[in-house]
């Protein structure tokens, strides 16, 4: 802007690359482009020395020294010293003074998120890199010593308490922690899987194994009815805040829970163990009004039923470990539970051999057999809880039974868990008539049909549901506290763009496994529990055959769940929850009417995939709203579109491979494993060149982060 006629033009300071601070004298650097923007001043008092129409003579100018110096009255903002940290997503807010009172309400630094997954302890990817920490700007206090500090000089951090045994930055130990907890429950499900086989192996797939099923589903679903519900949404956040508020540390208040738990849950398992037979009944008519079954449930039922105070014993010292940063116990002790009970049935298969071999059924299976499982079923959930101890004991706890519970905020935190509650309810309502209508199916049928009831039913879920374990639930472990912070912050597009990130990540991986298992369940039914005899194996193929499909809304709503849980929103997923219950029992109660008793049970497990691709519906249209209309839901539906394009030759290709395999060679071991790794292969590959075909951009994400991760 050019000065007005009569105005001379404003003195410009000498070209120099650098300029002084008026304020600290400090050198300060300017953009040659906009250094003079703020030099002219069209309101100044005008100059009598440089001013041509000025009358000298009639108004002298002042004598020198008489007037303060002139200050600028604009400055140019100073440049930024520091360009954004191009390695994250998005920048994480000023940490605020330490303290009593600092806190962090967006969850950790998004820097702790970058490495999760059981690939870090491989990769160690996690593990603290000795670099110049160029960085360290954005985590320091916006404090007036942290403005006057020389750029290349790092300001001392403050001393931290030193912790035995950790070494490493805070982005090394989360996640190193994540990695752990990670590792432990892929581990967990692996032994997991394996004393189901064996559990199949040693009982059958009929109604003997459909008593246990019964028995050790009964403490389950009364300790997540009664306080397991509320027990990790609540009670949990109130143990890490006594920690920080309490004087003691919160072992107060941990104590307290720790004593009210076991004495609840102490009462809770001795009226459940005189209840048995109305538990048993309860779960299943059929089982109940068989006398010879019925005795055998009871007996399983009053050997796991005690489970229930161990349960809630391992959860609470598991969270008191967890708030004190220690995390691996709670996932690797149910692996010692695991290995009791395969112990066990090894035992049981060196005394009585397998089902096949053995014969026994509810009518004649051994009073002594019936002891040995129930026993050491029981003595896996001991062990599993009294594992906890020794981690406690080394973090400095001590275990002390504390009742003054009063007026100590306990009955204020039990009131916040209702949603959860009904949350946990509505879910084992439709559990509850699942295993009525199973079990009346599987007892219909009998022994010309076996592999048709509960056992069957549970056998398919747990493989159905090990690719959402370990596929999903890693991807949106990564995603979930940038996602809160995001929704925190009002960031619909931020939160948008994740969870569309994470549903099409997951789905790369989850759509081929589900046309596989629609595929090859038959041959990978008879590799696992061909022990139980080939029928009973085929039947289980066919119950893993119908969830196949269902694994696909499984997976997405799962991922949607995370964003009504980042707005902190649970309500909603009762309600949803609510409608995927009522749509599976009711699907499952016209499949047990309309289907052949053989097959009720795979018609269940097909209304369990529908129920959720309703709820899925739901949940979209509701999150929808709530992130302001837009989900990227025309990106995402191209990309499952494209991966079940590419998915359907390859199931077809792979499925009649795999009969032609079964039918030329057999039902046996040899042959179901042949039918399954060649069938496995055609399809992975028949898959992979449809994707490239269909431009999948998301499969060439994850070869890349494969071969990555292969050094290639």
């Not at 009255?73 to 998005?90: I, K, N, S």
């Not at 397998?354 to 129930?374: F, H, K, Q, Y």
């Not at 949940?619 to 590419?646: H, I, Q």
Request: glycine letters at 10%; charged letters at 15%; hydrophobic letters at 45%.
């Amino acid at each position: 802007m050019p000065p007005p006629p009569g105005q001379p033009p404003a003195q410009s300071p000498a070209p120099n690359q650098y300029a002084q601070d008026p304020q600290t004298g400090e050198p300060q650097a300017q953009d040659p482009y906009v250094q003079d923007a703020y030099a002219y001043d069209p309101y100044r008092e005008p100059d009598p020395l440089t001013d041509a129409y000025y009358d000298q003579a009639a108004h002298p100018p002042p004598p020198p020294g008489s007037q303060p110096p002139a200050q600028p009255l604009y400055q140019q903002p100073p440049a930024p010293e520091h360009a954004p940290d191009p390695r994250l997503w998005g920048q994480a807010p000023a940490p605020e003074p330490d303290g009593p009172g600092r806190h962090l309400p967006y969850g950790d630094a998004s820097t702790g998120t970058m490495y999760l997954g059981v690939d870090d302890l491989v990769t160690r990817a996690g593990d603290q890199q000795q670099e110049p920490d160029a960085f360290a700007h954005l985590y320091r206090d916006q404090g007036a010593h942290a403005a006057q500090q020389p750029y290349g000089q790092e300001q001392p951090e403050p001393a931290q308490p030193a912790v035995p045994g950790q070494r490493g930055g805070k982005v090394a130990s989360i996640a190193k922690s994540s990695a752990v907890m990670a590792a432990g429950t892929l581990v967990s499900r692996v032994t997991g899987f394996l004393r189901q086989l064996m559990l199949v192996a040693a009982l059958g797939g009929a109604t003997l194994n459909d008593t246990y099923t019964v028995a050790w589903t009964l403490p389950t679903m009364i300790y997540i009815l009664t306080i397991g519900g509320g027990l990790n949404s609540v009670f949990v956040p109130q143990l890490v805040r006594s920690m920080k508020d309490d004087d003691d540390g919160g072992e107060a208040f941990a104590n307290r829970l720790l004593t009210i738990v076991t004495v609840l849950l102490s009462a809770l398992a001795l009226i459940a163990f005189f209840a048995a037979p109305l538990l048993v009944r309860l779960l299943s008519t059929p089982i109940a009004n068989d006398a010879n079954a019925n005795a055998v449930a009871v007996t399983f039922a009053r050997y796991c039923l005690p489970t229930i105070l161990f349960m809630g014993i391992h959860v609470v010292m598991g969270q008191i470990l967890n708030a004190r940063g220690r995390f691996g116990a709670m996932m690797w002790t149910p692996v010692l539970n695991n290995v009791v009970v395969i112990g066990t049935l090894a035992l049981f298969l060196w005394v009585y051999g397998t089902n096949s071999s053995s014969g026994l059924t509810e009518d004649n299976i051994p009073p002594e057999a019936v002891r040995l499982l129930g026993a050491g079923t029981l003595l896996g959930l001991v062990v599993q809880a009294l594992a906890m101890i020794p981690y406690l004991r080394e973090t400095g706890f001590k275990v002390r039974p504390r009742f003054d519970w009063k007026g100590k905020g306990l009955g204020k935190s039990a009131k916040l868990a209702k949603w959860t509650v009904l949350f946990v309810l509505a879910n084992q309502l439709g559990n509850i008539v699942v295993t009525q209508l199973a079990t009346a199916a599987g007892k219909a049928a009998g022994k010309e049909h076996p592999g048709s009831g509960i056992t069957a039913y549970q056998s398919a879920l747990l493989i159905w549901q090990m690719p959402q374990a370990i596929i999903t639930v890693s991807v949106m472990a990564a995603l979930l506290p940038r996602i809160s912070r995001a929704a925190a912050d009002g960031e619909f597009a931020a939160v948008r763009d994740d969870i569309s990130h994470g549903l099409r990540t997951s789905a790369v991986a989850i759509v081929p496994i589900a046309f596989g298992l629609l595929a090859l369940g038959v041959p990978m039914c008879l590799l696992m529990f061909g022990s139980a005899g080939h029928d009973t194996a085929r039947s289980f193929g066919y119950v893993l055959m119908a969830f196949g499909l269902g694994l696909i809304p499984f997976s997405v709503q799962y991922v949607v769940l995370r964003g009504f849980y980042a707005y902190e929103d649970t309500r909603t997923p009762f309600y949803n929850t609510l409608i995927v219950a009522a749509v599976s029992a009711g699907v499952s109660a016209i499949a047990y009417v309309l289907l052949p008793d053989q097959f009720a049970v795979a018609g269940m497990a097909a209304a369990y995939g529908l129920a959720y691709a309703v709820g899925v519906g739901v949940a979209w249209a509701r999150l929808k709203k709530r992130t302001g209309g837009d989900l990227d839901g025309a990106r995402v539906v191209r990309t499952y579109a494209r991966l079940c394009f590419a998915s359907i030759p390859a199931a077809l290709i792979s499925g009649m491979l795999s009969w032609v395999i079964l039918g030329a060679l057999g039902d046996g071991f040899f042959s179901a494993l042949a039918a399954t790794v060649v069938g496995g292969a055609v399809l992975l590959a028949v898959f992979y060149v449809a994707a490239k075909r269909l431009r999948v951009e998301e499969l060439n994400t994850l070869v890349g982060m494969v071969r990555g991760r292969l050094g290639r």
